[in-house]
C-alpha cells in the first residue's frame, strides 16, 4: 500500500504540530512496576517522565534555575 505525497504531507504535519503542542504544553507520564515472585514484591519502581521545552517547564517551575542549572556536576577527587 502506497502513500501519496499529498496524504505524506499531511501525516507529517501532523505529527509536527503534535510535538509542537507537546513542547508547548508538556506532557506527564506517570507509571509503576511491581516485579513479584511467589507474591513476594522484589522490586517496585515509581516513574514519572516529564517532556516539555525548555522554556515551558522554566515558566511552570518543573525546572530548576539554581547555580548548578546547565553546568556538568563536580566529581570528588579519589586519590
Do not use: H, K
Not at 16 to 38: F, P, S
Not at 46 to 60: D, G, N, P, V
Not at 64 to 70: I, K, L, T, V
Amino acid at each position: 500500500m502506497e502513500m501519496n505525497s499529498a496524504a505524506a504531507g499531511l501525516a507529517d504535519d501532523t505529527v509536527l504540530e503534535l510535538l509542537d503542542r507537546v513542547l508547548n504544553t508538556g506532557v506527564v507520564l506517570a507509571g509503576e512496576l511491581a516485579i513479584t515472585v511467589a507474591d513476594i514484591e522484589l522490586v517496585y519502581l515509581r516513574l514519572q517522565l516529564l517532556l516539555s521545552s525548555a522554556e515551558t517547564a522554566r515558566q511552570a517551575g518543573w525546572l530548576s534555575s539554581g547555580p548548578n542549572f546547565g553546568r556538568a556536576p563536580s566529581l570528588p577527587c579519589v586519590g
